[in-house]
């Protein structure tokens, strides 16, 4: 089992573009999530999904959309660049169990420019 | 709203014993989950509280104080690979989808 993958590892973009960060896995969980790292901050939790065909705001979801087509993936979109989206970018899922933790995924370097 | 404090940095010494303390104020509370984090790498699941006591699993232990909104994680015989940052979650009672909120999280670094 690769349990949680993301593409792609890295990625620079200029001011205004946009992008797709994909995330997948293999764990027939139901949950899956998108978090933001940056230094000082902690993770952050970007959009979350619940269930194929389901997804909700977290804590920081400005700037970002999400699309869960399908059970075992799940996608991030940042429509228009913005400096301040320059982080690093984790996926995670997990089973619907309440002591069930999250399995992360290997992370996505953003740099906005 | 939901709070979480953990100290930004801690050093000890190969072989050694530390506690990494946490404490919380949420709203409402549905578990305690400690991760560990090695630099450039995704986090990975360590140990899960959700009633008071110590849950101890090889030489890493947590211990959860529901009342005090407190959680240590005790790392024994220290290892240099142990190195990293240690993060606290709590899983509060509202909304759904077994969400966490995470501390900032405390870089250890082990010494010789």
């Known amino acids: 089992n690769a349990g949680v993958t993301q593409t792609p590892k890295f990625r620079v973009l200029k001011t205004g573009q946009s992008m797709t960060l994909l995330c997948a896995q293999d764990m027939n969980h139901e949950y899956m999530y998108w978090y933001r790292q940056d230094p000082g901050m902690g993770l952050r939790l970007i959009h979350y999904?619940?269930?194929?065909?389901?997804?909700a705001k977290g804590e920081v979801p400005d700037g970002y959309n999400v699309s869960r087509l399908k059970k075992q993936n799940f996608l991030l979109g940042l429509e228009s660049a913005a400096p301040s989206q320059t982080s690093v970018y984790f996926c995670a899922s997990s089973s619907s169990g309440r002591q069930n933790e999250q399995f992360f995924g290997p992370g996505t370097r953003l740099t906005v420019l | 709203g939901q709070n979480i404090d953990q100290p930004t940095e801690m050093t000890a010494t190969e072989g050694a014993i530390v506690q990494i303390n946490c404490t919380y104020q949420t709203s409402g509370f549905n578990g305690l989950f400690w991760y560990q984090q090695h630099a450039g790498e995704a986090p990975t699941f360590l140990s899960y509280n959700v009633l008071d006591g110590l849950e101890e699993k090889g030489r890493f232990s947590s211990f959860l104080s529901r009342s005090k909104g407190y959680s240590y994680l005790l790392l024994k015989e220290l290892q240099m690979k142990d190195s990293a940052s240690y993060l606290c979650?709590?899983?509060?009672?509202?909304?759904?989808?077994?969400?966490?909120?995470f501390g900032t999280g405390t870089q250890l670094k082990v010494e010789l």
């Open positions: 999904s619940v269930g194929e065909g389901t997804t």
């Open positions: 979650a709590v899983r509060p009672v509202t909304g759904g989808g077994n969400k966490l909120t």
